[in-house]
């Protein structure tokens, strides 16, 4: 069902099979290793700026090191501009200073919120990091845990996210969690439940609220099945069976190359009491949950196809 | 002001009373004798739990006491141990309400809080004391901050104020200053949070500071600005192992029972985990400012061999 539905999108359209042969030509292209063509030439200049806010330490507080974005910035670079041919709407409209990015969550792993903090780096005027809030079992984890930290991703409690809003960073939060991010394809780009603490830290902070929808992502890893019973085995969030895993074996461990396209919201301004009722929370996160979904819906209609 | 300071033939006490005896009238109680004792400062040396020990307190007029006759060290038995810090404490606690000394001043540690994967980056003094989780040996620790604490609210009219100082380095025989004297200093492989230290004689300065009029509650105390292992590592020039973390622990504890190592198991999870305290109250409270920055503190732990570890 989940192939045919990617079919029907546009490619067994024989009026159109021209162009989209030419399209595959150009993913082709885009496959093979074309980094240093397409690495903007201030992309180390963006990532020097971020260093601005470190006052000469060598990291933040929370362990983050501009430098050890550097070696890395080749890859994502290739990611971005040639593996999933980020496309950003409502980039430059972004409100500066403290901000909370409010996303959907969806693919199995977290490659939205990379190529999320991805576009504010390469493409933000001026360049952010994006401090993402991360899972509470990933510091037990070793090697991932320090790469996170490096990267500017932090541990995702209301105490961590109050000290970034009081410095004025850019903080990412999917409130879906891993009910979003490990959903089969039948519920793609269908909002799980919200949590409602992004809420009271926004109107505690006097935060505005960025609604950011990612679309395709959820085609990246089409989730047949998840293990639940394995996932539990292997202390794991989830086993997702796709077309590809476990048949293909590692091959199937890949991404499908398909195209992300990122659609920054007007920034939304809520106020009011923190400390109030969830009722009271839950409608405003309601609106920032409707926002979203207007966004991805529009999103995937508009959208050509999922892999150009 | 008249300062009693108990434990002063300590590391800190020593400290402290350099700090304070030019200006205050600095009276010591502690059972073991204090070498190079500056002139002008009085030792009663006794243990702390004696009967005769109230006469001081009685005769004395303080207008301070700061208890620093605490023990840490983690080989003493812990009945010892547990008598001696919290039967010391207690005693100290009653002298102060029944002379009417206006001010007490205690030294607890950061550890309380414990290294806990979902801790946040920086724990508050709301955070609940979590330390004695996985770590017996600290439930001490715990115990007398929770006493001093009962204390505070019980009786308000002694300013009560408890310290608790993040990793304290220096020519102390703790945990992080014994690790980091390692000739090869072991490492989790894959690991490497944010620590905070201070420069011991900051923490003199901070309890200095403490003795403030108007000052009085539960503050954490914080030195330098939080950095990874790895930069503390890289400081102190010393060759570094790295280890895998599920090894780690039980290798470990097999060199402690074998007294290869004064590293206690559990305190490997400092290695893993952050347990960084916010110091924003007591900077605000005191006007407190540390000294001595990174770079200074580790060059003091390098000037501090075993030689000037009495």
């Known amino acids: ?308 | 002001m008249r300062i009693a300071i108990t434990g002063i033939s300590g590391r800190f006490g020593r400290l402290l009373a350099q700090r304070l005896h030019r200006r205050h009238t600095v009276v010591g109680i502690d059972r073991r004798p204090y070498h190079e004792r500056p002139a002008d400062v009085e030792l009663h040396q006794i243990d702390i739990r004696r009967q005769r020990c109230e006469d001081i307190f009685r005769a004395g007029g303080f207008d301070a006491v700061v208890h620093l006759n605490v023990m840490h060290d983690p080989r003493a038995s812990s009945e010892d141990h547990h008598t001696f810090n919290i039967r010391g404490t207690t005693r100290v606690m009653e002298y102060c309400v029944r002379y009417a000394i206006p001010k007490l001043v205690l030294l607890s540690s950061a550890d309380v809080y414990g290294p806990r994967a979902e801790n946040p980056q920086f724990l508050t003094e709301d955070a609940p004391l979590m330390g004695g989780t996985r770590f017996g040996e600290i439930r001490d620790l715990i115990a007398l901050d929770m006493c001093a604490q009962s204390f505070f609210w019980k009786h308000p009219d002694v300013a009560t104020v408890i310290l608790r100082p993040v990793h304290i380095i220096g020519a102390v025989r703790n945990a992080p200053s014994n690790y980091l004297r390692l000739l090869h200093i072991p490492r989790l492989a894959g690991f490497d949070p944010m620590l905070q230290v201070i420069h011991e004689a900051d923490v003199a300065d901070a309890i200095a500071a403490a003795l403030k009029p108007g000052v009085r509650g539960v503050y954490n105390v914080a030195g330098c600005a939080p950095v990874p292992l790895s930069t503390l590592l890289r400081l102190t020039g010393r060759p570094r192992i790295d280890f895998p973390h599920f090894l780690a622990e039980a290798a470990v504890e097999r060199l402690w029972r074998l007294r290869l190592t004064n590293f206690p198991a559990p305190e490997v999870d400092h290695l893993q985990y952050v347990c960084m305290v916010d110091d924003g109250p007591f900077r605000a409270a005191t006007g407190f400012r540390p000294a001595n920055d990174l770079d200074a503190t580790m060059a003091h732990l390098r000037l501090t061999s075993a030689a000037d570890l009495r």
């Open chain 1, 1 to 308: 069902m989940v192939v045919a539905r990617m079919l029907a999108l546009g490619s067994i359209d024989l009026s159109r099979a021209l162009h989209h042969a030419e399209a595959i030509g150009r993913v082709l292209r885009g496959l093979e290793l074309t980094v240093e063509r397409r690495l903007p030439a201030d992309l180390i200049d963006r990532i020097d700026t971020l260093k601005a806010d470190l006052g000469g330490r060598s990291t933040d507080d929370f362990g983050f090191d501009p430098e050890a974005i550097k070696p890395l910035a080749p890859f994502l670079a290739w990611l971005y501009y040639e593996y999933f041919r980020v496309e950003t709407f409502g980039l430059h409209d972004l409100p500066a200073g403290r901000v909370l990015f409010v996303s959907n969550h969806s693919g199995q792993l977290p490659i939205d919120g990379m190529m999320i903090g991805s576009a504010l780096l390469f493409e933000g005027r001026p360049p952010r990091a994006v401090r993402s809030m991360i899972e509470r079992w990933v510091p037990s984890l070793p090697f991932v845990s320090t790469f996170f930290a490096r990267v500017g991703q932090v541990l995702g409690t209301p105490e961590n996210c109050r000290t970034l809003l009081l410095q004025d960073e850019a903080v990412l939060v999917f409130p879906e969690g891993i009910r979003g991010i490990n959903k089969t394809y039948d519920k793609a780009y269908q909002l799980q439940a919200f949590g409602h603490g992004f809420m009271r830290l926004a109107l505690e902070n006097r935060t505005p609220i960025v609604p950011v929808a990612v679309v395709g992502a959820e085609e990246q890893y089409p989730a047949l099945w998840n293990l639940e019973p394995l996932a539990r085995l292997l202390a794991l969030p989830a086993v997702p069976i796709t077309p590809l895993f476990p048949l293909t074996g590692l091959l199937g461990l890949l991404p499908l190359p398909v195209r992300y396209r990122i659609h920054f919201g007007r920034p939304m301004y809520f106020s009011g009491d923190p400390h109030e009722e969830e009722a009271a929370m839950h409608d405003r996160v309601m609106q920032v949950k409707q926002a979203i979904q207007d966004m991805l819906d529009r999103g995937v209609a508009e959208r050509e196809h999922i892999f150009w």
